[in-house]
């Protein structure tokens, strides 16, 4: 089955900075890549999705870019502000209910 | 507003109880889905339903029981048969068929007395 690796664990970073957390995913078949943050106490919420017929997709401050023959995908915060702080969870599933998650990165921004 | 519904927001199970953690949603979603959360783990798939009267086992079923009688619900179980039960759970839905995003509520923490 598929199976998704997150890295960092951990990113620390100051507010203004930018922050990138990438993911690898074994089954060559996943086409579908969501991102979700959560915040303490809250469940995942989607802040970005790419499918496998594009590249790069950008939504104000961050973007998400997808390598499909290195089959590794990573999400770019720019000018990181304090509420960007949360966890972040990549996911990854080729369609068929069996979304698999990595196993998240706790983002710090310090003012 | 549209949503998902968890309740209630923490639960505590005593040795050998079951306890039913609810899952309402409003979006007329015809997927539904139950995960578990650990400290530094990912979700992990408890159970899934596609569409009502209809569930399939996730990975780490054991211990579990849900039903899909209405399309709005989707409760979960947790028996007295699963021996290591504290952890977040978090209940989601998608409109079903493969790349769509899952929508998720705000979990229920579940602990043991």
């Known amino acids: 089955g598929e199976n998704v690796e997150q890295h960092p664990s951990t990113l620390s970073v100051q507010e203004g900075d930018s922050a990138v957390i990438k993911c690898t995913y074994s089954?060559?078949?996943?086409?579908?890549f969501p991102w979700y943050k959560q915040e303490l106490g809250k469940g995942p919420q989607l802040i970005i999705d790419?499918?496998?017929?594009?590249g790069e997709k950008k939504d104000q401050r961050i973007a998400v870019t997808l390598n499909k023959t290195a089959k590794h995908f990573s999400l770019h915060i720019t000018e990181t502000q304090p509420e960007d702080s949360a966890v972040y969870f990549c996911?990854?599933?080729?369609?068929?209910?069996?979304?698999?998650f990595g196993a998240g990165t706790r983002l710090t921004v310090k003012p | 507003d549209g949503g998902i519904t968890q309740s209630p927001k923490y639960l505590f199970r005593k040795e050998g109880q079951n306890v039913t953690l609810s899952c309402e949603q409003n979006?007329?979603?015809?997927?539904m889905y139950w995960y578990r959360q650990d400290p530094g783990q990912g979700l992990r798939l408890i159970y899934y339903?596609?569409?009502?009267?209809?569930?399939q086992k996730g990975d780490i079923a054991e211990g579990y029981s849900v039903s899909r009688e209405k399309k709005e619900s989707f409760p979960l179980t947790v028996t007295s048969a699963q021996k290591n039960p504290t952890a977040f759970y978090l209940c989601a839905s998608s409109t079903g068929g493969g790349h769509q995003p899952q929508h998720f509520g705000d979990g229920t923490r579940l602990s043991i007395l």
């Open positions: 089954d060559s078949a996943s086409n579908y």
């Open positions: 790419i499918r496998s017929n594009v």
């Open positions: 979006l007329n979603h015809d997927a």
């Open positions: 996911a990854a599933t080729k369609g068929n209910n069996d979304m698999r």
């Open positions: 339903s596609q569409i009502v009267n209809d569930f």
